[in-house]
């Protein structure tokens, strides 16, 4: 017997409903932090993630899964029973998900002086040091931040598309940084590059709640799953 249930996608795969044609849900202005009447009722993206939401049963991948429940009052809270396809690939997913790549043409833009710091030849490299800078970076980049935020609450759907560029880097870098400061420990490896730094987690078992999300039953499926990976 076929067996399927409603799938539930990321806003790329969205239309936005006010945006001209071809830009999706995931670069709309309820993105940049403007408040969209859409959001409410007749949004594409929004309505079906209620539609998800007080469904007996929702399908969705391992990345939508982990970002929609980043911070309270996403799709794991009541949930009785996660079931995990090609469960074998779920640490790969949840790595991925916690990744952290800091680019150093945004740090240059937006914070000169830990960009400077980030290259000193000198510079400590314990986990405390990264969580220092990524806090002194965090403060630099506030007030730049702000302006930018306020731009874009002033012009809304008409500003341009320079500005929502600029403003999406810097919302990004910050939740890097937001991430090292908080999570950062010796379980994490961290690599320098011409480019930037990347940070990443030795043994992404370890945030496995982050993917269960206090489910009380789970299921974990797999043609591959070995016990070792158990």
Same mark, same amino acid.
């Given at each position: 017997?076929?067996?399927?249930?409603?799938?539930?996608?990321?806003? #790329?795969?969205?239309?936005?409903?006010?945006? +001209?044609?071809? /830009?999706?849900?995931?670069?709309?202005?309820?993105?940049?932090? @403007?408040?969209?009447? &859409?959001?409410?009722? $007749?949004?594409?993206?929004?309505?079906?993630?209620?539609?998800?939401? @007080?469904?007996?049963?929702?399908? @969705?991948?391992?990345? &939508?899964?982990?970002? /929609?429940?980043?911070?309270?009052? $996403?799709?794991?809270?009541?949930?009785?029973?996660? #079931?995990?396809?090609?469960?074998?690939?779920?640490?790969?997913?949840?790595?991925?998900?916690?990744?952290?790549?800091?680019?150093? *043409? !945004?740090?240059?833009?937006?914070?000169?002086?830990?960009?400077?710091?980030?290259?000193?030849?000198?510079?400590?490299?314990?986990?405390?040091?990264?969580?220092?800078?990524?806090?002194?970076?965090?403060? *630099?980049? $506030?007030?730049?931040?702000?302006?930018?935020?306020?731009?874009?609450?002033?012009?809304?759907?008409?500003? +341009?598309?320079?500005?929502?560029?600029?403003?999406?880097?810097?919302? *990004?870098?910050?939740?890097?940084?937001?991430?090292?400061?908080? *999570?950062?420990?010796?379980?994490?490896?961290?690599? =320098?590059?011409?480019?930037?730094?990347?940070?990443?987690?030795? !043994?992404?078992?370890?945030?496995?709640?982050?993917?269960?999300?206090?489910?009380? =039953?789970?299921?974990?499926?797999?043609?591959?799953?070995?016990?070792?990976? /158990?």
């Amino acid at each position: 017997k076929e067996f399927s249930m409603p799938t539930m996608m990321g806003m #790329a795969n969205y239309p936005c409903v006010i945006a +001209p044609a071809g /830009i999706n849900c995931d670069h709309g202005i309820c993105k940049l932090g @403007v408040k969209c009447a &859409y959001q409410e009722s $007749g949004c594409h993206y929004f309505d079906a993630a209620k539609r998800a939401r @007080v469904a007996a049963e929702i399908s @969705v991948n391992y990345a &939508y899964w982990l970002n /929609i429940n980043r911070t309270p009052g $996403g799709m794991g809270g009541g949930i009785k029973l996660l #079931a995990l396809d090609e469960a074998h690939d779920a640490p790969k997913h949840l790595s991925s998900f916690l990744r952290v790549d800091i680019s150093d *043409e !945004d740090l240059r833009k937006f914070c000169k002086a830990s960009f400077k710091s980030r290259l000193d030849p000198e510079k400590d490299e314990t986990p405390e040091a990264w969580i220092s800078w990524a806090k002194a970076a965090l403060d *630099e980049s $506030g007030p730049e931040h702000g302006k930018l935020a306020a731009q874009i609450q002033a012009q809304g759907l008409g500003a +341009p598309g320079w500005l929502k560029a600029e403003f999406r880097k810097i919302k *990004e870098l910050r939740a890097g940084l937001e991430t090292i400061s908080t *999570e950062l420990s010796d379980s994490w490896a961290w690599e =320098k590059s011409r480019s930037g730094a990347a940070f990443e987690p030795l !043994d992404p078992g370890k945030f496995a709640e982050r993917l269960f999300c206090g489910a009380p =039953k789970i299921c974990l499926t797999s043609a591959t799953l070995t016990q070792a990976q /158990i």
